[in-house]
């Protein structure tokens, strides 16, 4: 089936410093999200996004959390400055409509802040 | 605010023999898709079930569930488990209110004993 890729699969990095996660959604779908999950807890809503434009975000999504698609490249998560608290596993997903269809996952992205 | 609720972190079953995850959930929204994600070992979280039609039946792969809206509740079935039926499955709903955001519960992990 549609395959969402994301690279890495596992990131270490210096507290303070930048970070960027990438993902490769599936090739014609339009709408693009980010997950977050802290071990042991659910899989939680970060940002979705939509013809260039941020359309909803949780509160997880602090100000030192973008989210862009440059000319139809990687969707990619940059947090700058990471902190300890954004360790976790980071899961990219598309889908190709908005309401109450498929969204396919990647495998995640495992960050640990150190 | 919405929440989904999966009361077993972890069930074992024997293989052969009938397996039920639970999966209750509150929301405020009339418009409601329902989902069964299931992650196997290394892979990424992908859609098993979706409904959103009161008390209609939803099969796929063998599992089968039944939104029942009167009692919030969206349990997942298997009259025979499988050694390969053994991953971690995530109840979701999606309210269709913004951008398809979805909100998980924390998961059960199903392990299937010869």
């Known amino acids: 089936g549609p395959k969402v890729l994301q690279i890495p699969s596992h990131q270490i990095i210096d507290m303070g410093q930048m970070v960027t996660l990438n993902c490769d959604p599936v090739?014609?779908?339009?709408?693009f999200y980010w997950y977050k999950q802290i071990l042991g807890q659910q899989m939680e809503f970060l940002v979705n996004?939509?013809?260039?434009?941020?359309?909803?975000k949780s509160k997880l999504f602090k100000d030192q959390f973008s989210v862009e698609r440059p000319d139809g490249s990687y969707f990619t998560l940059k947090i700058q400055p990471t902190a300890l608290e954004d360790s976790a596993v980071y899961f990219c997903?598309?889908?190709?409509?908005?309401?109450?269809?498929?969204?396919?996952f990647g495998k995640g992205t495992r960050l640990t802040v150190v | 605010g919405d929440s989904v609720t999966q009361t077993e972190g972890l069930v074992t079953v024997t293989e052969g023999l009938p397996v039920k995850l639970n999966c209750t959930y509150q929301t405020t929204y009339l418009t409601i898709a329902f989902f069964w994600y299931v992650q196997y070992l290394n892979e990424a979280p992908q859609v098993l079930l979706k409904s959103s039609t009161d008390n209609k039946r939803t099969e796929h792969q063998g599992f089968h569930a039944t939104l029942h809206k009167s009692s919030s509740s969206f349990h997942l079935q298997k009259s025979s488990a499988q050694l390969s039926d053994s991953a971690l499955y995530y109840c979701?709903?999606?309210?269709?209110?913004?951008?398809?955001?979805?909100?998980f519960g924390i998961g059960t992990l199903l392990s299937v004993k010869p």
């Open positions: 090739s014609n779908h339009l709408y």
């Open positions: 996004f939509y013809n260039g434009k941020v359309m909803e």
């Open positions: 997903a598309s889908s190709r409509d908005r309401a109450n269809t498929e969204v396919f």
């Open positions: 979701a709903l999606s309210d269709g209110s913004s951008g398809n955001k979805l909100i």
